[in-house]
T-cell receptor
Framework: DQQVKQNSPSLSVQEGRISILNCDYT??????FLWYKKYPAEGPTFLIS?????DKNEDGRFTVFLNKSAKHLSLHIVPSQPGDSAVYFC???????????FGTGTLLAVQP | DGGITQSPKYLFRKEGQNVTLSCEQN?????MYWYRQDPGQGLRLIYY???????QKGDIAEGYSVSREKKESFPLTVTSAQKNPTAFYLC?????????????FGEGSRLTVL
């Protein structure tokens, strides 16, 4: 049972344009959400997070939006740069076990 | 530099052999974790420890064992009972407890069973 879903395995965007990565979750007890970025053969690095009491959090070029009623969050990268090319994982925690549950990842390719 | 060190980066093992992956952190974090990454499956939690001398099974603990004798160290043993051990293994730590803060990851260890 995949509690955190990233339905797009890959996304290709032109440099300078907006990248929008999506994530859906099923557990209504989740109250904290994070995005991680991962390059090949390296560990993921934390990018941005949002708690369920907010619907938006912004950090430079990165903005995360949370729609609790739809159980959906998205990561916007504006403007996209070639160095943003990586796999992006969304993750969620909360509820009885409070474990961090990861999605399957979306490979973003930013074309120069 | 503060961080998490995993070793070895690449490891080959014959079927039936146990292997231990090392994870050391100097971030003074209380909680440590082991995840496994397989293509198309994201990161799955194997074991976690929120305090020294205590650890709990994650979602896919079968065939694995861990110890937490020191705050800085959380080694993972992949035993011969693990049916499909070839994977990329990631160790992580966090300042606070489970699910309450960001995780800091090591660079990973790729295990290949021949």
């Amino acid at each position: 049972d995949q509690q955190v879903k990233q339905n797009s395995p890959s996304l290709s965007v032109q440099e300078g344009r907006i990248s929008i990565l999506n994530c859906d979750y099923t557990n209504s007890m989740f109250d904290y959400f994070l995005w991680y970025k991962k390059y090949p053969a390296e560990g993921p690095t934390f990018l941005i997070s949002i708690s369920s009491i907010k619907d938006k959090n912004e950090d430079g070029r990165f903005t995360v939006f949370l729609n609790k009623s739809a159980k959906h969050l998205s990561l916007h990268i504006v403007p996209s740069q070639p160095g943003d090319s990586a796999v992006y994982f969304c993750a969620a925690s909360g509820g009885a076990t409070n474990k961090l549950i990861f999605g399957t990842g979306t490979l973003l390719a930013v074309q120069p | 530099d503060g961080g998490i060190t995993q070793s070895p980066k690449y490891l080959f093992r014959k079927e039936g052999q146990n292997v231990t992956l090392s994870c050391e952190q100097n971030l003074n974090h209380d909680a440590m974790y082991w995840y496994r990454q397989d293509p198309g499956q994201g990161l799955r939690l194997i074991y976690y420890s929120q305090i020294v001398n205590d650890f709990q099974k994650g979602d896919i603990a079968e065939g694995y064992s861990v110890s937490r004798e020191k705050k800085e160290s959380f080694p993972l043993t992949v035993t011969s009972a693990q049916k499909n051990p070839t994977a990329f293994y990631l160790c992580a730590s966090s300042h606070r407890g489970l699910g309450t803060g960001e995780l800091f990851f090591g660079e990973g260890s790729r295990l290949t069973v021949l």
